[in-house]
Each structure stands twice: as structure tokens, then as C-alpha cells.
């Protein structure tokens, strides 16, 4: 791409690919005309999108009706004041750069499925099958987290508020039928420790927003952090599974 020539707008289909492109959203029809956006998979059907200003997810029609135009990633993450995502031999070192600097709902789920060491994505099948260890998060389980935490993301761009969300990406992670058997939620969220987590998340969300906000402090990824809340404050908090 031509560091002094703008990439042309072009109509949003699956013809535009991924690569890990980033870029501007554009809908000659709405109020919310543009947004900076790294396009993160796209179909025939639709596009799914992470926003650069919050990290939220957004799903957009892959059917022309939006344009895309795209940006480098150094030029797109710098109008929001944040670094390019790391890369080693022209590989993308980190899928979530920018859930981990613009998300405070992925931070918190991130933070409290790692702390508590609650079973999801690949560890919620190992928890099924009664083979779930929290120790497991250091080798096949480790980045089971981000990606749950990005499926809720997701799942809340399609509507959902974000307990439900969680809700949801459980039973998918578990292969549950709530239709079929309505208490089966009820004691995943029981024995799995979600039950008493879900309840703690609204705090740790408000905490990382406060983190995130402009003048508040941005971390990079494995730097500690102040708590929120009654924590003392010479306390600090370590983000866990924070890290690329």
C-alpha cells in the first residue's frame, strides 16, 4: 500500500479478504457514518469487526451496502493513540492487540476466567468430561480465555446484553440445550464457578474503563496496574492472561 496514496473505497464483500486489514467503516446511510475498525473475518453474509475507539465488536452486511477503506495498521492505531500490533518473520504476535488496549469488557472476562480459573472454550470440554484442571492454563488451555472473552464480544454485537452473552458462549462451549433442559445452565454456572463471578464483573468492567479512559493509565501488556475499589491504594494488580 502507498504511504502517500489512500486506498480507494470499496464496496464491503467477501471480495475485500482479511489479511488483517484495518481501515474506516463507511455507511452512506446512517448517522454513525464511519468507523476505524480492524476487520477481523468476513463472509458472504457479514463482516465482524473490532472498533479501535472501545474494542467492542460490530457486524456489518457484507453485502456492499458498507464501504471499507483501508489504512496500515501503524496509521490505523495511531489515530487512537495506540502502537501497531507486534509481529515476528511478518507474524502477528497477538490476535486480541486490540481488545487488550481498548476492551474493558475483554479485560475483565479475561481477567476474572484467568484468576478464578473458570472453564471455558477448550477447557470447558476438559471440564465436561470431568478432566478440567486450573493448572492446564499454562499449556493447551492458555489462550482459551481471550478467545472466550472475544466470543462474548461477539455474541453482545448481535444483541445480547452482556451477562446473557456469557450465558450464551457457555452453553456453546459446553454443548448445551437450554431448550431441552433449562437447569443444566443452572449447574454449570454452579459447579463451574461462574455462578459467583458473574456478579463481580460490572466492578471489574468500571475498573478497566477508568483504566482505559483518556488521561487514565494504558499499560502496555504485563505492566501492573492500580486496583479499583476498596483496595489500598499502594495496591497493585497484575493482569493475567494479559499478556501476549
Not at 148 to 156: D, I, K, N, Q, R
Not at 177 to 195: E, I, N
Request: some cysteine; proline content about 9%.
Amino acid at each position: 500500500m502507498s504511504a502517500r496514496r489512500p486506498s480507494p473505497l470499496v464496496p464491503l464483500t467477501i471480495a475485500v479478504g482479511v489479511q488483517e486489514q484495518f481501515g474506516w467503516l463507511v455507511d452512506p446511510s446512517g448517522s454513525d457514518r464511519r468507523r476505524l475498525c480492524e476487520l477481523v473475518r468476513i463472509s458472504r453474509t457479514e463482516a465482524v469487526l473490532t472498533c479501535l475507539d472501545d474494542g467492542a465488536k460490530l457486524i456489518a452486511p457484507a453485502d456492499g451496502s458498507r464501504h471499507w477503506q483501508q489504512l496500515r495498521p501503524d496509521v490505523a492505531c495511531a489515530l487512537v493513540g495506540m502502537s501497531p500490533p507486534p509481529r515476528h518473520n511478518q507474524w502477528r504476535l497477538d490476535p486480541f492487540w486490540v481488545e487488550r488496549h481498548r476492551s474493558a469488557e475483554w479485560r475483565a472476562i479475561v481477567e476474572i476466567v484467568v484468576e478464578r480459573a473458570l472453564p471455558v472454550h477448550y477447557a470447558a470440554v476438559m471440564f465436561a468430561r470431568g478432566q478440567w484442571d486450573p493448572a492446564l492454563w499454562d499449556g493447551p488451555c492458555s489462550d482459551s480465555a481471550a478467545i472466550f472473552a472475544s466470543g462474548v464480544l461477539e455474541t453482545m454485537a448481535r444483541g445480547l446484553d452482556l451477562r446473557s452473552a456469557v450465558a450464551a458462549r457457555l452453553d456453546a462451549d459446553h454443548e448445551l440445550d437450554v431448550t431441552r433442559d433449562p437447569m443444566r445452565r443452572a449447574r454449570l454456572l454452579l459447579d463451574s464457578g461462574w455462578y459467583e463471578a458473574l456478579p463481580e464483573l460490572p466492578a471489574r468492567i468500571a475498573a478497566h474503563r477508568t483504566i482505559l479512559a483518556p488521561g487514565g493509565r494504558r499499560p502496555e501488556p504485563g505492566v501492573s496496574v492500580p486496583t479499583a475499589g476498596p483496595a489500598a491504594a499502594s495496591d497493585v494488580l497484575q493482569l493475567p492472561g494479559l499478556q501476549p
